[in-house]
Every structure is written in structure tokens, then in C-alpha cells.
T-cell receptor, first 113, second 119 residues
Framework: AQSVTQLGSHVSVSEGALVLLRCNYS??????LFWYVQYPNQGLQLLLK??????LVKGINGFEAEFKKSETSFHLTKPSAHMSDAAEYFC???????????FGGGTRVLVKP | DTAVSQTPKYLVTQMGNDKSIKCEQN?????MYWYKQDSKKFLKIMFS???????INETVPNRFSPKSPDKAHLNLHINSLELGDSAVYFC??????????????????FGPGTRLTVL
């Protein structure tokens, strides 16, 4: 069975500050890992994904995440927050392509001016 | 062009009614999904279909019945709606087989969601 834990349901950052969203996973097989973003009243949009290639993954909007097998983590970072980054962020794991996504509980990011 | 579309966007109905939500994808994908997002934003898989065949059914009540008339469509019919069914329902699609030219073979594309409110 797979599971995903996102530490912190809410994160507040100042504009221009570092954004760090934590994600830990458990999986019995090598996982595929994803970060999705959900803007208010919208669907989910893929930010980035890890599928056993490079451990440092760069995504859209300046986000990146690093896969650390020893820590079973896939934390999401962005060096400098922008007001438009205010959204809900979901970490997810799947076993393979075409397989179900198991989501974490989500982290709401609030960006202060 | 919208990749994954859902109708309706909003659905308000009384307890006990039967309703359907429709989903269509124009990406040529083989696999489609239904996810439920509850009031606390928790997202959970409900069903998955591959080429019109059910491959994932996550212990969803029998009142929920997905139907896939073709691989581009996956509809969700809900009988005898209950208050607890109020949620946002997301449809998604992905390719089953790797497509190295597009590089998106493992990505699920989500629809905009249908907000269901049961009164």
C-alpha cells in the first residue's frame, strides 16, 4: 500500500521568501511522485513529477523538488514566493503509469505582501 | 481546446435524487479516473477505466456507477444521493502506455471539477 503525508496543512510565507512544502511517502515499490497545484475553484495542474530519472526535478513556475530515497521524501521548494503562488498544493504517489494517484492531505500556501 | 471537460460545473440537488456527471477527454488517452475531493480538500480515487473496462474500484458504495461508452468518455451516475456525497468530483485521464515522444505518459490530466451539493 502507498501513502503520502504532507506536513503542515497551511504554510504562510512572505512575498520573495523561500517556499518549502514537505512531503513524505511510503511505497512498497519504487514510486512515481508528483506535485499538483490547485488554484481556487479550479482543477489540479501538474507542477512536476519524478519517475526514476534525475532526483532533482524542475517544474513549472520556478518550483523544484528533490527525491531522497533514504528519507522517503519529495519536498517542494521555490526560492522566491510570488503572490500568484497562493494555492493548495498536493503531493501524490503512484506505482506506475496509468495507475491511481494516492494524494497527501494538501498544503494551503498563503503569500503575504 | 479543453483537454478534459466535465459537465455540469455545479450541481445542487435534494437528498434521494439520482444525478449524473459527464466527463470527456480529447487527448486520445486510454485511461480515465474519477476522484472525490471532500470539504477538507482530501482527494481520493474512486474509479479508473482503461479502454472502457473498469480497473480500479475503491470500495465506493453501489449507489455510484461509472459508465464508459467509449474511451473518451467516463460518466458517473449517483443514485439516492446522500448528504455525505457533497464534494467536488474530478475526472482525469492518462495514457496507459509510455509515449516517449510526448513525455507525458505518466501524467494524469484533470478536469475542472464538478461541485455537487446535496441538500
Amino acid at each position: 500500500a502507498q501513502s503520502v503525508t504532507q506536513l503542515g496543512s497551511h504554510v504562510s510565507v512572505s512575498e520573495g521568501a523561500l517556499v518549502l512544502l514537505r512531503c513524505n511517502y511510503s511505497s512498497s515499490v519504487p514510486p512515481y511522485l508528483f506535485w499538483y497545484v490547485q488554484y481556487p475553484n479550479q482543477g489540479l495542474q501538474l507542477l512536476l513529477k519524478y519517475t526514476s530519472a534525475a532526483t532533482l526535478v524542475k517544474g513549472i513556475n520556478g518550483f523544484e523538488a528533490e527525491f531522497k530515497k533514504s528519507e522517503t521524501s519529495f519536498h517542494l521548494t521555490k526560492p522566491s514566493a510570488h503572490m500568484s503562488d497562493a494555492a493548495e498544493y498536493f503531493c501524490a504517489v503512484s506505482k506506475a503509469a496509468g495507475n491511481k494517484l494516492t494524494f497527501g492531505g494538501g498544503t494551503r500556501v498563503l503569500v503575504k505582501p | 481546446d479543453t483537454a478534459v471537460s466535465q459537465t455540469p460545473k455545479y450541481l445542487v440537488t435534494q437528498m434521494g435524487n439520482d444525478k449524473s456527471i459527464k466527463c470527456e477527454q480529447n487527448l486520445g488517452h486510454d485511461t480515465m479516473y474519477w476522484y472525490k475531493q471532500d470539504s477538507k480538500k482530501f482527494l481520493k480515487i474512486m474509479f479508473s477505466y482503461n479502454n472502457k473496462e473498469l480497473i480500479i474500484n475503491e470500495t465506493v458504495p453501489n449507489r455510484f456507477s461509472p459508465k464508459s461508452p467509449d474511451k473518451a468518455h467516463l460518466n458517473l451516475h449517483i443514485n439516492s444521493l446522500e448528504l455525505g456525497d457533497s464534494a467536488v468530483y474530478f475526472c482525469a485521464s492518462s495514457q496507459e502506455s509510455p509515449s516517449w515522444t510526448s513525455g507525458t505518459w505518466d501524467e494524469q490530466f484533470f478536469g475542472p471539477g464538478t461541485r455537487l451539493t446535496v441538500l
